[in-house]
T-cell receptor
Framework: GAVVSQHPSRVICKSGTSVKIECRSL??????MFWYRQFPKKSLMLMAT?????????EQGVEKDKFLINHASLTLSTLTVTSAHPEDSSFYIC???????????????FGPGTRLTVL | QKEVEQNSGPLSVPEGAIASLNCTYS??????FFWYRQYSGKSPELIMS????GDKEDGRFTAQLNKASQYVSLLIRDSQPSDSATYLC??????????????FGKGTKLSVIP
């Protein structure tokens, strides 16, 4: 159990276009999902925390109008990179926390990631 | 500021040896600790979680936790070339408003030499 899928795995787009990335928890419910970005040979950087049915909480320095996050259900969160530019090219990884009643310290599982290249 | 510190390595061990990875954290209130493995170009994979002081074993992996010293370690016995990866230590920390989030160390790169 505890599988997180992400789609697409790789996307190449032109500058100025928008790209939507889907993240799904396949075999568990996730009240909280996280979006990370990772540049080559660098550490994971948390972009935002997404709770089902509420607005996402963005980390400092992450533009909420550029990176739109929707967490519409307990198994699906989407990240839309709006008006993408070459500097947005990166590896985007979602993560889902498995929900368990009365236990806030739950394990967090990562999707396989989406490699975005903006030309 | 809450921090998780790891030696960046690279740590090189011969095949069959024990690899020892260490991590310290600053938030004394942390209760949950995790080790992730990340192969180059891939996303992190959870390999161990530990919540209580002491050792926790799973196959060739042993996680050790000492909350008094704010120290977490991961031992990999009988290291294999396929264990070559970056190992991320992560600590679950309270971020306010009833929410928790993982704070990651920068990772230790492990190379197992055949």
């Amino acid at each position: 159990g505890a599988v997180v899928s992400q789609h697409p795995s790789r996307v190449i787009c032109k500058s100025g276009t928008s790209v939507k990335i889907e993240c799904r928890s396949l075999d568990f419910q996730a009240t909280t999902m996280f979006w990370y970005r990772q540049f080559p040979k660098k550490s994971l950087m948390l972009m935002a925390t997404s709770n089902e049915g509420s607005k996402a909480t963005y980390e400092q320095g992450v533009e909420k109008d550029k990176f739109l996050i929707n967490h519409a259900s307990l198994t699906l969160s989407t990240l839309t990179v709006t008006s993408a530019h070459p500097e947005d090219s990166s590896f985007y990884i979602c993560s889902a926390r498995r929900w368990h009643l009365e236990d806030p310290d739950n394990e967090q599982f990562f999707g396989p990631g989406t490699r975005l290249t903006v030309l | 500021q809450k921090e998780v510190e790891q030696n960046s390595g690279p740590l090189s061990v011969p095949e069959g040896a024990i690899a020892s990875l260490n991590c310290t954290y600053s938030d004394r209130g942390s209760q949950s600790f995790f080790w992730y493995r990340q192969y180059s170009g891939k996303s992190p994979e959870l390999i161990m979680s530990i919540y209580s002081n002491g050792d926790k074993e799973d196959g060739r992996f042993t996680a050790q936790l000492n909350k008094a010293s704010q120290y977490v370690s991961l031992l990999i016995r009988d290291s294999q070339p396929s264990d070559s990866a970056t190992y991320l230590c992560a600590v679950n920390e309270y971020s306010g408003a009833g929410s928790y989030q993982l704070t990651f160390g920068k990772g230790t790169k492990l190379s197992v030499i055949p």
